[in-house]
């Protein structure tokens, strides 16, 4: 049964840093492209990044292109997300997510697994 198991959320003030880890059971790191999607109080999901799954290939929203890197280390079976310059408008429960493509994962379209999420909370 594929797990993804989010983790690193916190508090952090604004213009600080986060990383958070996304742990993955089984191959699915080698065999799916990954994806961070978040999902703010009163809004809509809405993707933020994704990596292919060779890892050549990555998209990011334009709310955080220049902020926020996305990685994988597939030896470890972990996904990350570096978010930097946290901005009160990042503040968002944030999941990762698996499917086949990262382009249909950048249109939230063809997601095959969720995590159960992580809490971000940024203060101003």
């Known amino acids: 049964q594929v797990q993804l198991v989010e983790s690193g959320g916190g508090l952090v003030q604004a213009g600080g840093s986060l990383r958070l880890s996304c742990a993955a059971s089984g191959r699915i790191l080698s065999t799916y492209a990954m994806g961070w999607f978040r999902q703010a109080p009163g809004k809509e999901r809405e993707f933020v990044t994704g990596?292919?799954?060779?890892?050549?290939?990555?998209s990011y929203a334009d709310s955080v292109k220049g902020r926020f890197t996305i990685s994988k280390d597939n030896f470890k079976n972990t996904l990350y997300l570096q978010m930097n310059s946290l901005k009160p408008e990042d503040t968002a429960v944030y999941y990762c997510a698996a499917g086949p493509s990262y382009r249909a994962l950048s249109m939230s379209r063809d997601i095959d697994y969720w995590g159960q999420g992580t809490q971000v909370t940024v203060s101003s």
């Open positions: 990596i292919s799954v060779g890892g050549r290939f990555t």
